[in-house]
Structures are given as structure tokens and as C-alpha cells.
């Protein structure tokens, strides 16, 4: 990782990038100098069941520096950004890196958060029926005019949350956004760094990557949750994680597995840049390798 002497040593620190860019290593190397905490900003990292799976620091970083928020949710919670956001907001009062590829996250504490009531059980319920039944377009189809505008409609997760919304409070989602308070930490007090590595080399390395997680233990922990796999919760969105439930449930080989699982991840890289380029505008580029 280049040189960090140009980056803030009193600033908050925050580091956006793609899988496998080499954010957790920078996020050392500025923690070990400044004696900062490091806090996760990953959607997946929180939790406690994919520590190589996510690519969670090992045990032996979280002893050599303070680390937080990583692998404390189990399996089966549900995790949100406003979770994460209040967690967060605790910390702010001590030095920090924050560093993650859920841009959202960063969106969240950077510009601000709706503070939409929480979503009854039983409505999450009837949205899983529906979507596991007939898909996204009859919810999608359901929306305020305001909120269908806005939304991505190819994000099945993302219509899903804004018909429960609606459903739950009565109003869309976009209405509850426009009334977003103060974010917690302005763009403008914090050193905010994004990665944007070349496309050939991130590739290549997200290969490698995977092929070193499986030598270190992540066809165990997918085993580990087979008993009581549900694709449905969030924490089963862990790249990979389906792909190696399917080979151990008879479904693919090993090699088709990890080829499938080296696809994804990839394409979530590829949809990790796409939102830093669009939504990180006035973040720093800083260089990988």
C-alpha cells in the first residue's frame, strides 16, 4: 500500500472500496500510527459465523489493534444501516478509521439517515411470501410515484425494504428521506479516502483471494451453517456462502463452486464501483497496490 504520511492524523478516517482492494491493510498501517480504533463500515463483517468468508481480520490483527463492530451479530438477526449508524456514532468520541465496501453505510453517517420506524415481524413476513411467490414487480408496482422514481429497480432487496415501508408506516420511503436530519460526521470533517483499483489486477487478486479462503477454513464455516441454512437472511448474502451450501448439498462440484463464487464476487466489486463513482464524489482517491 502506498505512502499514508499525506493522510489526516487527528481527522476521522474513512476508507471505501471494493472487495479485496486492500482497505483492511491500510486501515492498519493508519490505525498502528495514530492509535486509532478500527470500525467496520462491511454490511457482511458484523457477522459472528463468516470470519474468512468476509475476509474479517484474523485474530492475530484484532489482538496487535483495537478493532469494533466486527463479528458481534449472529447468524440470524437482522442488521441494518441504522443499527450500524447508532453503534458507530458511539465511537466517534475516540480516534478512528472506518473502513468498509457498504457504501450505504458511508452514506448513512457521511449525509444522513431517515429515521424510519422499525418494520414489524409480520410485514417482513408477508414481503418474503410475496417475493419468494411472484418476485419484486408486484411490490414494485405498489409504490408511491415518489419513491418508484427514485428507487434502483433492479435491486429486488432494496424494492422489497420500500414496500415494507409503505406498508408498515403508511408512508413511502421517499417521503421518510426527504426528511433525513443532519448526517453525523460531515464529508467535510473527515479525511474520506475511496480505492479505485484497476479492474485486471482487483480481478485477479479476488481469485486468489477466494482460493486462500478456502485453504483457510471457509468450506467449514459454510459447513457449519448448513443445518440451519436460510437463504432469505441477510447474513446469507456472504459472497460465496450459497455457492458452497450448494456444492455441499449435492447440487455442484467443488470447482463449480468456487468458479461461481469467484463470479459473484466480481460483479459485487463491479456494483461497489459503480456506487463509489456515482455516490463518492468528493471522496480522495487513493492508490492501491
Not at 26 to 40: Q, S
Not at 223 to 247: C, M, Q, T, V, Y
Amino acid at each position: 500500500m502506498k505512502g499514508i504520511s499525506g493522510i489526516s492524523r487527528e481527522a476521522p478516517v474513512l476508507i471505501a472500496g471494493p472487495t479485496a482492494s486492500g482497505k483492511s491493510a491500510l486501515a492498519m498501517e493508519i490505525a498502528a500510527r495514530d492509535g486509532r480504533v478500527i470500525v467496520n463500515a462491511d454490511a457482511l463483517q458484523v457477522y459472528d459465523c463468516w470470519r474468512v468468508l468476509s475476509a474479517r481480520p484474523s485474530p492475530e490483527d484484532e489482538t496487535a489493534l483495537p478493532h469494533a463492530l466486527y463479528g458481534h451479530v449472529g447468524r440470524g438477526e437482522v442488521y441494518s444501516t441504522g443499527r450500524w449508524l447508532r453503534e458507530v456514532m458511539a465511537l466517534l468520541d475516540r480516534p478512528v478509521v472506518i473502513v468498509g465496501g457498504t457504501g450505504l453505510n458511508f452514506t448513512a453517517l457521511t449525509e444522513g439517515l431517515a429515521d424510519i420506524p422499525a418494520v414489524p415481524a409480520a410485514v417482513r413476513a408477508e414481503a418474503d411470501a410475496r417475493a419468494a411467490a411472484e418476485g419484486f414487480g408486484g411490490m414494485l408496482a405498489e409504490l408511491d410515484a415518489a419513491t418508484a422514481a427514485r428507487i434502483d429497480r433492479q435491486n429486488g432487496a432494496r424494492i422489497q425494504r420500500a414496500w415494507e415501508v409503505l406498508r408498515a408506516t403508511g408512508r413511502g420511503l421517499a417521503a421518510w428521506q426527504d426528511e433525513t436530519p443532519a448526517p453525523a460526521l460531515a464529508l467535510a470533517q473527515a479525511e474520506a479516502l475511496v480505492l479505485r483499483p484497476d479492474v485486471g489486477w482487483l480481478d485477479a487478486r479476488i481469485a486468489r483471494r477466494f482460493h486462500a479462503m478456502l485453504e483457510a477454513g471457509a468450506l467449514d464455516e459454510a459447513r457449519a451453517a448448513l443445518p440451519d441454512w436460510n437463504p432469505r437472511l441477510p447474513s446469507s448474502k456472504a459472497i460465496g456462502a450459497p455457492e458452497l451450501i450448494g456444492h455441499l448439498q449435492g447440487k455442484s462440484t467443488l470447482s463449480e463452486a468456487v468458479e461461481a463464487a469467484i463470479l459473484q464476487s466480481r460483479r459485487y466489486a463491479k456494483r461497489q464501483r459503480t456506487w463509489f463513482r456515482s455516490r463518492m464524489g468528493g471522496w480522495r482517491e487513493h492508490p492501491c497496490g
